[in-house]
């Protein structure tokens, strides 16, 4: 029996274009790390969501993709704005308190919440043992490259790491939320304009709260960082996400999540000239197993 499109194994071309994504991703933690001395976290994020919202628009506009048409999904699209805007404001403002490293194996949690919603949720997109042992090896994987965790040394830091983790529930929430409710038969740039414009006025009453402000003009490193975030990252590859999400295993999509943090430590040391740690390599050919355990066939 062929799977139904709601647990649609990965074919070469989701494999190929996920890998592309996670690569983007991964090098969008850079473009982040360039722009924020000169950029503000919750403004760089609501400035890239706004300038992001005027391109997708014209984008629609030019391709006559209909935005307004009555479809039953505004409830959703609102909700899905929300956490859109509730998980960038946790991660910029949780990653004050807790380390990068930290914060990294924490987000990524958001694959295992995606599954076990998965279970319960889609029909057909349930994880046989073999499946979750692959997940498992992923993450091991990512911990080993990142190092694993000590007990939070501080009130300050448990509550960064306790707001990456909601963070991850944000991101595996909004991912259900496509996959289960009427978004996943709208555009994939409609569903992206919903979370933009709704996140564009939150995360900037939270740059306001948090006394954000942007003292010089930005250099021209960070301003092609933010371009690069903004034209790229926001407005391209999060449409060809949310298109994915329709099409195939969301539970299998967020397990090849588990990359981004790799190729974001690829892209620091090709960048940055961060060092790269023996470990990695064995990291990397962890994250590999899983990920072939997990889109195995049944």
Known sequence: ?????????????????????????????????LAIHDIPPLIQSSARSLIAAILVGGWCQARGIPLFKRDGTLAAGLLAGLLFAVEFLLIYRGLVWTTVTRGTLFLYLAPFFVAV??????????????????LLLSFVGMAIAFGLPTPAVSTHQALGDIMLVGAALAWAATTLLIKVTPLNRISPEKTLLYQ???SVPLLAIGALLFGEHIDAMPSAVALGAFAYQTVWVVSVTFVVWFALIVRYSAARLSAFTFLTPLCGVAAGHFVLSEPLTPPFAIAVALVAAGLVLVNRPR
Do not use: E, Y
Not at 4 to 32: E, Y
Not at 126 to 133: A, N
């Open 1 to 33: 029996m062929p799977a139904s499109p709601s647990s649609r194994p990965l074919d070469a071309f989701a494999i190929a274009a996920t890998v592309g994504l996670c690569v983007s991703w991964g090098f969008n933690n850079v473009a982040i790390k």
């Open 117 to 134: 919603g998965s279970r319960w949720l889609i029909p057909g997109d349930r994880f046989h043992v073999s499946q979750w042992l692959g």
């Open 196 to 198: 933009l414009v709704v």
